[in-house]
């Protein structure tokens, strides 16, 4: 089945620092790539997505472009807030069937005022 | 719209006990998913349901099993608590049965297993 790889963290930035969060994946096809955000005592929420190669998924500052070539979806975003801090999760289709993902390990954010 | 809603929020129970989780979905969706949350192993997918129908599964033991009813809502159950059973239990729900789908996650049901 298809699985992805993720930067472990955590990863800790002053506020206003330039973040990436690296994920890789590989798979059958070309499905679609998500970046999910957990908060601390939360579910997790769809931060963005993209569902063919070249697309670029942005909401909330942050970007990640679906890169068939190197196989990654790296997240990004240019000014960290405080309240950026949580886990956040590469997740892709788990297979060619079915609503089922596959996670990376989740990466901790967290930011310095 | 109501997200999905997952009860109860906090559970402990000890070794040998069955616990029941209940998910219900945002309305219209009639895909239901369940995954394990831990610091050791992630998040791994446990079963996904659609119309009533088990389609997928994933690598637990036979303890672990789930069900889905006519109004889209599921449940699963564990049944012989074991300690390592402890997580964040969250479910997720669809729209449709394609594998690009969005999920929309539930804020889960902390198990405690004593």
């Known amino acids: 089945g298809n699985s992805v790889t993720q930067m472990e963290g955590p990863v800790t930035l002053s506020e206003e620092a330039f973040l990436t969060i690296n994920c890789t994946y590989t798979a059958t096809g070309y499905p679609s790539l998500f970046w999910y955000v957990q908060y601390p005592g939360e579910g997790l929420q769809l931060l963005l997505k993209?569902?063919?190669?070249?697309d670029k998924g942005s909401n909330k500052g942050f970007e990640a472009t679906y890169r068939k070539e190197t196989t990654s979806f790296h997240l990004e975003k240019g000014s960290v807030q405080v309240s950026d801090s949580a886990v956040y999760f590469c997740a892709l289709p788990r297979g060619t069937a079915g609503n089922m993902l596959t996670f990376g390990g989740g990466t901790r954010l967290m930011v310095k005022p | 719209k109501a997200g999905v809603t997952q009860t109860p929020r906090y559970l402990i129970k000890t070794r040998g006990q069955q616990v029941t989780l209940s998910c219900s979905p945002i309305s219209g969706h009639r895909s239901v998913s369940w995954y394990q949350q831990t610091p050791g192993q992630g998040l791994q997918f446990l079963f996904e349901?659609?119309?009533?129908?088990?389609?997928n599964k994933g690598n637990f033991p036979g303890r672990f099993s789930g069900r889905q009813f006519s109004n889209s809502r599921s449940e699963m159950n564990v049944s012989t608590l074991e300690l390592g059973d402890s997580a964040l239990y969250l479910c997720a729900s669809s729209l449709g049965a394609g594998v690009n789908n969005e999920q929309f996650f539930g804020p889960g049901t902390r198990l405690t297993v004593l």
């Open positions: 349901y659609f119309s009533e129908t088990q389609r």
């Open positions: 993209a569902t063919k190669a070249d």
